[in-house]
Antibody, heavy 124, light 106 residues
Framework: QVQLQESGPGLVKPSETLSLTCTVS??????????WYWIRQPPGKGLEWIGH???????KYNPSLKSRVTISVDTSKSQFSLQLSSVTAADTAVYYC????????????????WGQGTLVTVSS | DIQMTQSPSSLSASVGDRVTISCRAS??????LNWYQQKPGKAPNLLIY???TLRSGVPSRFSGGGSGTDFTLTISSLQPEDFATYYC????????FGQGTKVEIK
């Protein structure tokens, strides 16, 4: 069973860059059956996908965040990472990494594994 | 983007009640619909995928149905551990979530 663990600073200053890493264990970040996602949840609110990366390095970002987001993968360390630039208080949220499993036969996809989440607060 | 709208936003129910949560997509998504349960301070947890397939280990009191644009999650007999927030998510295109339905104790 894949396990995911987020790591990174819990406090970021406005206008700076938020950086988080997700470590994948019990599975391979090089698996062609998974997309590796970052999702966030502002306090008391719903879930918003930030973007994903495939093992090949191809990425897709939420259009609302696209200009500020970079997701990268390091297959040698079994990690993928998020950078969100020019943060404001509106970026304060719990950030989750998650695995999105793709069933090649049915084409169904599902978030089958999530990290525990890490609260990132944007404040001076 | 495909918009997902859940109703109600919250509900109060008692242990043993039958509970139904609705989820509507802004366009047809066939059967590409998943449901998640989230408890306070925890990550969401997959309950149902492909509209009606229970994830292994999920109790049979949970069921999902629908197709096209209208979907439901039903809990046949609410248990104390089911009080949580439930989210639908479409997997037809880039994923989007409903706003959540909080199930509270009456």
């Amino acid at each position: 069973q894949v396990q995911l663990q987020e790591s990174g600073p819990g406090l970021v200053k406005p206008s700076e860059t938020l950086s988080l890493t997700c470590t994948v264990s019990g599975g391979s970040v090089s698996s062609g059956s998974y997309y590796w996602y970052w999702i966030r949840q502002p306090p008391g609110k719903g879930l918003e996908w930030i973007g994903h990366i495939y093992f090949s390095g191809s990425t897709k970002y939420n259009p609302s965040l696209k200009s500020r987001v970079t997701i990268s993968v390091d297959t040698s360390k079994s990690q993928f990472s998020l950078q969100l630039s020019s943060v404001t208080a509106a970026d304060t949220a719990v950030y989750y990494c998650a695995s999105y499993y793709y069933e090649s036969g049915s084409h169904h996809r599902k978030f089958d594994c999530w990290g525990q989440g890490t609260l990132v607060t944007v404040s001076s | 983007d495909i918009q997902m709208t859940q109703s109600p936003s919250s509900l109060s129910a008692s242990v043993g009640d039958r509970v139904t949560i609705s989820c509507r997509a802004s366009q047809s998504i066939s059967s590409y619909l998943n449901w998640y349960q989230q408890k306070p301070g925890k990550a969401p947890n997959l309950l149902i995928y492909a509209t009606s397939t229970l994830r292994s280990g999920v109790p049979s009191r949970f069921s999902g149905g629908g197709s096209g644009t209208d979907f439901t999650l039903t809990i046949s007999s609410l248990q104390p551990e089911d009080f949580a927030t439930y989210y639908c998510q479409q997997s037809y295109s880039l994923p989007t979530f409903g706003q959540g339905t909080k199930v509270e104790i009456k």
